[in-house]
């Protein structure tokens, strides 16, 4: 049985290749372009942007070492545009509106598990693999299940899959532990064994998000106020910001106010405002219903089921146990009246039943009791 793997450069999706040689797979590797310097560069109009370098080239040679080194054929395919058009162009659109979206989310639905199927099955692949963090199960229809590893678990990245993406697809490492990985890395010599996680976002990699942002959406300086619409800084665009975020504010030491952290609690693109409150644990932060559109069910909607329902609202938030409720319009309220903290318009809202993923759709409207949460003052 033939099967193309994504191989990334990155030793989780290295010990997937070395998982899938060991148990009798025929096995070919692809590596994914996803951006490119001249296509960024045709969008800035700055040939010569710093901006426009991207660390892929050094991740395909790391992915070829491997290929090589586990006598895998590998080919590297170009999604440049794909990305752009399915991905990159909404993740714009919805930092324009003031919301945080989640671009990898897109990436799975699209590119990883979508755009890379259509181009293996042209190659002759039985079955897909991937090196994420993730189980499958199959009784009447294929089950999602959390990765073995909870701390590296990535099914929140995978909700918008669909049983005809997952029906062909492997997880070779959903059942190991980060720390085995890297274990079998070293004792089988792979050359990203030591290889250092990649963070932030993919296709901007160790960059500051700001600067690189704003080669597309031009910055809009503007206040940063208080409750009471005292100015105490100026922001840098409200893109650059989410709910509850702390780092990067620059207004501690203000001698007016107590000297506990600064977090954002809303925006007002009207007024290009940044709202800010003192203290973690700020009421402003906390919620207990959003509603959420555009849920994928992975295997069916579980809705009327009696088994307990928890959810996601950020990749590494604890999960909150919810219920849900369906209006006559078709739209789903999710409540939690145990109340969670910094739920954001625009990012994903990921349900689970015990390990198996449900599904998930995208954060709308947020509210505690009757006010609004995320952007202008309460029931302003």
Same mark, same amino acid.
């Given at each position: 049985?033939? #099967? ?14 070395? /998982? ?9 590797? &692809?590596?994914? +372009? ?9 969008? *800035? ?7 426009a370098i991207c660390p892929q080239e050094q991740d ?5 070492? %491997? ?21 990159f162009r909404f993740f714009l659109d919805e930092l324009?509106?003031?919301? =945080? ?5 897109? &990436? ?33 229809? #294929? ?11 990535? =099914? ?14 492997? @997880?070779?490492?959903?059942?190991? =532990? ?11 010599? *792979?050359? =990203? ?8 976002? &993919? ?24 409750? !009471?619409? #005292? ?6 665009? /409200? ?29 007002? *693109? ?5 709202? %800010? ?6 009421? /402003? ?5 959003? /509603? ?8 069916? !909607? ?10 996601? @609202? ?7 146990? #919810? ?11 999710? +409540? ?36 609004? +949460?995320?952007? +202008? *003052?309460? !029931?302003?």
């Amino acid at each position: 049985m033939k #099967v193309i793997i994504g191989l990334s450069g990155g030793v989780d999706s290295s010990v997937a290749a070395l /998982l899938l040689k060991q148990q009798g797979y025929e096995v070919e590797g &692809c590596f994914m +372009r996803n951006w490119d310097s001249a296509l960024n560069n045709d969008q *800035l109009g700055n040939p010569n942007s710093p901006e426009a370098i991207c660390p892929q080239e050094q991740d395909y040679l790391d992915a070829k070492r %491997v290929a090589d080194q586990l006598d895998i054929r590998l080919i590297r395919h170009d999604f440049i545009q794909e990305y752009w058009d399915d991905v990159f162009r909404f993740f714009l659109d919805e930092l324009a509106k003031g919301r =945080t979206p989640n671009p990898d989310i897109l &990436c799975n639905k699209y590119i990883k598990f979508q755009a890379f199927i259509d181009i293996a099955r042209s190659l002759g692949a039985d079955k897909i693999a991937m090196g994420h963090f993730a189980r499958t199960r199959t009784n009447e229809k #294929v089950e999602l299940l959390r990765g073995v590893d909870a701390n590296k678990d990535q =099914t929140y990245f995978l909700c918008q899959l669909t049983q005809e993406q997952l029906k062909d697809t492997l @997880f070779p490492v959903g059942h190991l =532990t980060k720390a085995e990985v890297r274990k079998l890395a070293v004792s089988y010599g *792979l050359a =990203t064994a030591k290889k250092k996680d990649s963070t932030g976002i &993919c296709f901007i990699g160790e960059r500051r998000f700001s600067q690189f942002l704003s080669n597309y959406l031009p910055a809009k300086p503007g206040n940063i106020v208080t409750l !009471n619409r #005292v100015i105490i800084g100026r922001h840098d665009g /409200l893109m650059n910001y989410t709910l509850g975020q702390r780092k990067g504010l620059r207004i501690g030491g203000d001698t007016r106010y107590s000297q506990e952290p600064w977090y954002v609690s809303g925006k007002d *693109l009207t007024s290009n405002e940044l709202f %800010v409150v003192q203290g973690f644990h700020h009421d /402003l932060l906390y919620s207990d219903r959003s /509603l959420v559109k555009e849920i994928n069910w992975i295997s069916g !909607n579980p809705q009327d089921s009696d088994i307990p329902m928890t959810a996601k @609202f950020r990749y590494r938030q604890k999960d909150v146990e #919810v219920s849900l409720e369906s209006s006559s319009s078709g739209e789903t309220w999710v +409540r939690y009246p145990s109340r969670a903290r910094a739920v954001t318009p625009g990012q994903a809202c990921v349900f689970y039943q015990g390990d198996r993923c449900l599904g998930g759709g995208t954060i709308d409207m947020v509210f505690c009791g009757d006010e609004t +949460r995320g952007g +202008r *003052l309460p !029931n302003e």
